[in-house]
């Protein structure tokens, strides 16, 4: 059972992802949208940014599977590169959130006392006020952008992230394989990214994949209230915003971005799901504390 | 006569994957009314599991496999719902090892206790009240009217195993199963609350079933006696017959590695392959470690009557000899090693390393070479070893770290016998006596001057025990190594120390060699922990009845930090600090009355 069994290790998970139907399910429409949108150059057959004044308002047919919008914009090249420019955001956001809330969170743990005190505070003050206020500040006084909109986004997200990932390394800290690093004489980064972050590692993937889902659902949100992408970017939550006061006319232009946000975020949450029980995380626990 | 329990050629086992594991195969065995039966066995043989079909509760994924658990004529598999919560209310009660985590941490004891004797109707508060008291009383709880109203966390972990054993009575049950009741606790305690089971036990006239790894407690408590190895019974009958004259030889194994106060030397190992080694305490040998007048206080602000954690401590390390520092739980010992490894600060005493280094009060401040010489080895096997990283990796760490030269993880492995086939494993799939020695081999690969071991050996079963204490005995010898071994259990120290510090709150009451401690004289402390000490082959009827205190929370202000206790008190004990009174060349004690006499 002993190299045999490490060997199993990954696998193991995947296996347990695979057996729950929902976890699966949702693994595969991440999946999905990701060639989507990898492919995007391949399957559009139209620039999406660029207007044609000859074919606007189109019906679905022909040339223009899903029809034009109003500036004569191929409403399927436009929904293909919109996933890209959906994923490549909300990820990068993500990753930001939390790869900083990681490293605050093992800092705070590790040492403690007035750092620890003065970081916990900052958050509870910033969790306090409504995340679209404090981002709604953030777009007001830097402008709107994609940058803005991470920076936004790190802002709002990082705090939660650092909560739940602080209580998990204050669980592995008292061990004692941590403190005969400490009485050996090892730095603060070696034990928390050696002795520390593999034992955390569960908690931080299910933290990803489950703020991805959310970070995704605001950036569009924000589009759509105009704070997000500026236009003409290809942004699902631009899309719905610039057609939806022409939905009898050209429904599908309102339409696919809205069944492509809601697929991708509804396969994120699944997976995230079955990320966290196939790893044992309690997710319960962890949105409570 | 009746059996009040009667098990039948009783199998459990789980399946894993496709494979079906027998935790328990053919298990015969038979308990009259009144009869007190002992499970042994090492970990891993089934004995808990065995203990807990008596209730009908087995883990989620076991199963029967065969045969049957009858209690009082009833078939207890038989039972579902709520005939089985009746049968379970009513007819036999467990005491778990660990009560003080089986209580509600937010109900009143009162409350608790009423909870276990709902069935009998007690309409009003005062009945229910006066029943709870009575209940307090019977397990002797100090002060059980004013206990009532409190909650568990303002117990001592003795107290909350006699409320534990108070809640199982409360049902009167005909069959009170007893999970290592007393083994998370100090030696007096122990002594206590088994002997209010056994008072109890002859009162009620209950059978009893007690699960213990301790030879001593079972031959203190039993009747009869079934010992278990892998999930069978290898040998069962009378307690005196089994343990005098043990047919098997796994049980004549198991008896002659116990370590006993009255035997001196390591105890031959189970198979008998390694004999009784007896150790020979180094001569003239240089000090690796002098503490001095060391203090430690964890109170943020000072609290009237009381002193400091730690206060005065002296002690030495010579090379080569092994210094038991011994103590209840809450005696200050694991908190000496951590100011020594430089992980708790310490405020006031110096602290001295090889004669010439003065070691600096936290790890930040000392150099390479004083963190290098100075190591740690951990009680817990389990917790000491990160999880997610191979023995490789652990062991490989310090030889980097430390640069030493001429030196492989291999070598240090097969050191502490582990063949190199062990280096890519995970602590996971090492047995618990393994991941001890991967946790030797990582403080020896930094070529140590001192060891630091904190109760290594105390969770380990007692042939993982010997073999690890036969380790400790030969590193030290061959390295010229010294080692502060930190531990509670007496016997333990008897076979490995060849020094002995007795500590009681956080004060040195007594210190010479392993002769002079165990020997005719000494402080009255160390006197009562001596008698409290259960072994196999006692005259147990002929012992003083246990006595019932327990440790203060924390150390008086002024005076013997012992005098609240202690049978020889005067008045003068309660104010002036004990002096220190040799009683030969290596022999001192803390005391003002036994000094005087000398």
């Not at chain 1, 190299?3 to 696998?11: E, I």
């Not at chain 1, 399957?43 to 074919?55: G, I, K, S, T």
């Amino acid at each position: 059972m002993t190299a045999t069994a490490r060997r199993r290790g990954l696998p193991r998970v995947v296996r347990s992802i695979l057996r729950s139907r929902s976890a699966t399910i949702g693994f595969g429409l991440v999946l999905l949208h990701v060639l989507l949108a990898l492919l995007a150059p391949v399957l559009a057959q139209h620039d999406p940014v660029v207007n044609d004044p000859n074919a606007v308002l189109q019906l679905p047919g022909g040339a223009y599977p899903l029809g034009t919008d109003t500036l004569g914009r191929d409403i399927l090249s436009r929904t293909l590169y919109g996933g890209r420019y959906a994923l490549t955001t909300s990820l990068t956001a993500t990753a930001i959130v939390v790869l900083l809330g990681t490293v605050i969170a093992g800092l705070a743990a590790f040492y403690g006392g007035w750092l620890d005190d003065l970081i916990t505070r900052v958050l509870d003050s910033v969790l306090a006020v409504p995340a679209i206020l404090s981002l709604l500040v953030v777009v007001t006084v830097f402008g709107s952008g994609t940058w803005v909109l991470i920076m936004a986004i790190v802002v709002v997200y990082t705090g939660g992230v650092i909560r739940i990932v602080r209580a998990a390394a204050m669980d592995v800290l008292p061990r004692d394989y941590v403190t005969a690093a400490r009485a050996r004489g090892e730095g603060v980064w070696y034990i928390l990214a050696r002795e520390v972050l593999p034992n955390i590692l569960d908690v931080v993937l299910v933290e990803f994949a489950m703020r991805a889902s959310w970070v995704l659902l605001l950036i569009s949100s924000l589009s759509f209230l105009g704070f997000g992408a500026n236009p003409p970017t290809p942004d699902w939550g631009l899309m719905v915003a610039e057609n939806r006061s022409l939905m009898a006319l050209v429904p599908l232009a309102t339409v696919a971005p809205m069944v492509s946000l809601a697929t991708l975020i509804v396969g994120l949450n699944l997976a995230s799901d079955g990320l966290a029980k196939s790893l044992g995380v309690d997710r319960m626990k962890e949105i409570v504390g | 006569m009746t059996a009040v329990v009667e098990i039948k050629d009783l199998g459990v086992s789980y399946t894993s994957g496709d494979r079906r594991v027998d935790v328990l195969s053919e298990v015969t065995l038979r308990l009259e009314r009144g009869d007190v039966l002992g499970l042994v066995g090492e970990s891993g043989s089934g004995k808990s599991t065995l203990a807990g079909t008596l209730l009908a509760s087995l883990r989620t994924s076991s199963f029967i496999s065969s045969g049957t658990v009858t209690v009082e004529g009833q078939d207890v598999f038989q039972l579902q719902g709520r005939k089985l919560r009746e049968f379970r209310a009513t007819r036999v009660a467990l005491v778990p090892q660990n009560a003080g985590a089986a209580l509600t941490p937010t109900m009143k004891i009162v409350d608790q206790l009423a909870e276990a004797f709902a069935k009998e109707g007690l309409a009003s508060r005062q009945e229910r009240r006066a029943r709870a008291e009575e209940l307090l009383k019977t397990v002797r709880l100090p002060n059980p009217a004013a206990a009532l109203d409190r909650y568990p966390h303002q117990f001592s972990g003795g107290q909350q195993q006699r409320i534990g054993i108070a809640m199982a009575l409360a049902a009167r049950p005909s069959v009170l199963v007893l999970d290592e009741p007393t083994t998370g606790l100090d030696v007096v305690t122990q002594a206590a609350i088994l002997d209010t089971l056994s008072r109890l036990q002859r009162e009620l006239g209950m059978s009893m079933v007690l699960v213990s790894h301790d030879l001593g407690v079972i031959d203190r408590m039993c009747t009869h006696i079934a010992v278990l190895r892998d999930g069978r019974i290898v040998e069962s009958g009378p307690t005196r017959t089994v343990l005098s004259e043990p047919a098997h030889a796994y049980t004549r194994g198991l008896i002659a590695s116990v370590p006993r106060i009255a035997v001196p030397g390591i105890p031959p190992s189970i198979d008998g392959t390694d004999a009784l080694t007896v150790r020979e305490a180094p001569t003239g040998t240089a000090k690796v470690l002098e503490v001095r007048d060391l203090t430690v206080d964890y109170r943020h602000k000072h609290v009237p009557g009381t002193g400091p954690t730690v206060h005065g401590v002296e002690l030495d390390v010579h090379a080569g000899e092994i210094v038991a520092l011994v103590g209840e739980s809450g005696s200050g010992k694991s908190t000496i090693a951590n100011v020594i490894a430089g992980l708790q600060r310490r405020e006031a005493g110096t602290l001295t390393l090889s004669g010439a280094t003065t070691l600096e009060p936290t790890v930040a401040r000392r150099t390479k070479p004083v963190r290098q010489a100075v190591q740690f080895i951990f009680q817990n096997a389990d917790t000491s070893l990160n999880p997610r990283r191979t023995v490789r990796n652990a062991v490989d760490r310090p030889l980097r770290l430390f640069d030493v030269r001429g030196r492989s993880v291999e070598k240090t492995l097969a050191e502490v016998d582990l063949d190199g086939g062990f280096a890519e494993r995970l602590p996971g799939q090492l047995s618990g006596g393994q991941r001890q020695r991967v946790g030797i081999a990582r403080a020896m690969a930094a070529e140590p001057t001192l060891v630091l071991a904190d109760e290594i050996v105390s969770a380990l079963d007692v042939s993982v025990q010997s073999s690890i204490l036969r380790l400790m005995d030969r590193l030290s010898r061959e390295k010229g190594l010294g080692v502060l071994f930190i531990t509670h259990d007496l016997a333990v120290v008897r076979a490995v120390a060849d020094r002995i510090v007795v500590l009681y709150l956080g004060r040195v009451v007594e210190q010479g060699r392993v002769d002079d401690i165990f020997g005719e004289v000494g402080h009255p402390y160390t006197r009562i922990l001596l008698d409290a000490v259960i072994e196999l082959g006692d005259d147990h009827d002929a012992a003083a009845p246990a006595r019932q205190d327990e440790i203060p929370d924390a150390p008086p202000e002024h005076g013997c930090a012992f005098a609240s206790r202690c049978p020889l008190v005067r008045d003068v004990c309660r104010v002036e600090t004990p002096p220190v009174v040799p009683l030969s060349p290596t022999h001192t004690i803390h005391c003002h009355v036994v000094g005087a006499e000398q």
